[in-house]
């Protein structure tokens, strides 16, 4: 499985920024957990939102609950990290990585662990 994601870059606190994962598998696309983590210098990856990795199909991080979004084009094999209304706080490197099944579901998916192949990463910064 390869993952490579896009759209990064800069904007300011208040603004919105849509990054993309694009997903490339031999088997079937739905068959992964997608997530999207971030790591800000110094500090630990976070776990910020995942797809299809919980009986409500997304599962979100307190942190970015109602700013961020996730969805999926099924037949682009893309996924989308909507983000809205930045704060400098959400300054980061943005990782998307694939869980391959049998994969836990709901929190769990937040962990960095529970995932098989990650992407190089984007850089998003946010100023004040």
């Known amino acids: 499985v390869k993952l490579v994601e896009s759209g990064g870059g800069l904007v300011q606190a208040g603004g919105s920024l849509r990054l993309s994962c694009q997903v490339s598998?031999?088997?079937?696309?739905?068959?992964?957990?997608i997530g999207w983590f971030r790591q800000a210098p110094g500090r630990e990856r976070e776990g910020v939102l995942c797809?299809?990795?919980?009986?409500?199909?997304?599962y979100y991080a307190d942190s970015v609950q109602g700013r961020f979004t996730i969805s999926v084009d099924n037949a682009m094999t893309t996924v989308y990290l909507q983000m809205n209304n930045l704060k400098p706080e959400d300054t980061a490197v943005y990782y998307c990585a694939a869980a391959a099944p049998p994969y836990l579901r709901g929190a769990a998916l937040l962990d960095s662990f529970e995932y098989d192949y990650w992407g190089q990463g984007t850089q998003v910064t946010i100023s004040s």
């Open positions: 598998a031999d088997d079937d696309f739905d068959r992964y957990a």
């Open positions: 797809i299809n990795c919980s009986d409500d199909n997304t």
